[in-house]
Structures are given as C-alpha cells and as structure tokens.
C-alpha cells in the first residue's frame, strides 16, 4: 500500500467508526441546537441559550412533546418493546 492511499483509508476509516451512534452529548447538541434555531435565536442571545441548555438536565428543560420525542428516541435506540418499553416510557417521562 502506497503511502498516498494511507491517510484515505485512515480517514474512510474514522468517518465509517464515527457515524455508527452518536453520543449522549452529541445528541444533546443537536437538540438544543434545534431548539435555538426553531426559536430563530442569533448571537450573544443562542450562546446563553446554548450554554443553559447544554448544562442543564436534558429531559428537565423539555417541554411535554420534546420530552415524549426524547424518551421515544431512547426507548427504539435501546430497541424496547411491550411492557419493557412502556416501563421504560413511564420513569423517562417523569424524569
């Protein structure tokens, strides 16, 4: 193998391991980034907002549907079903 083709392969490689799962701060991210731009929040204003969000308890600074869309989430990435998953459900959206 050349060592041209190496930093292709290490690179196809990293993007190939890395869009597997997403983590839990990856995926607290892109909520309140979401919420930042739905509420169309620019400069100084997104960073606070941002900022509050991302250390805040996710699940605490949702509202009611954003909390069911997250616990729903959760419940299909960890594959739940029938009574494991309404268990599940029941303790997330007390949270």
């Given at each position: 193998?050349?060592?041209?083709?190496?930093?292709?392969?290490?690179?196809?490689?990293?993007?190939?391991?890395?869009?597997?799962?997403?983590?839990?701060?990856?995926?607290?991210?892109?909520?309140?980034?979401?919420?930042?731009?739905?509420?169309?929040?620019?400069?100084?204003?997104?960073?606070?907002?941002?900022?509050?969000?991302?250390?805040?308890?996710?699940?605490?600074?949702?509202?009611?549907?954003e909390r069911m869309t997250a616990c729903n989430k959760d419940a299909a990435t960890k594959a739940l079903k029938g009574d494991e998953r309404k268990t599940f459900m029941s303790s997330c959206?007390?949270?």
């Amino acid at each position: 193998m050349t060592l041209l083709r190496m930093p292709v392969l290490l690179l196809a490689l990293l993007a190939c391991s890395s869009g597997f799962a997403a983590t839990a701060q990856q995926d607290k991210m892109t909520s309140c980034n979401a919420n930042a731009s739905a509420k169309a929040l620019k400069g100084d204003e997104r960073k606070a907002f941002m900022s509050s969000c991302l250390k805040a308890d996710s699940k605490a600074a949702m509202t009611p549907q954003e909390r069911m869309t997250a616990c729903n989430k959760d419940a299909a990435t960890k594959a739940l079903k029938g009574d494991e998953r309404k268990t599940f459900m029941s303790s997330c959206l007390k949270k």
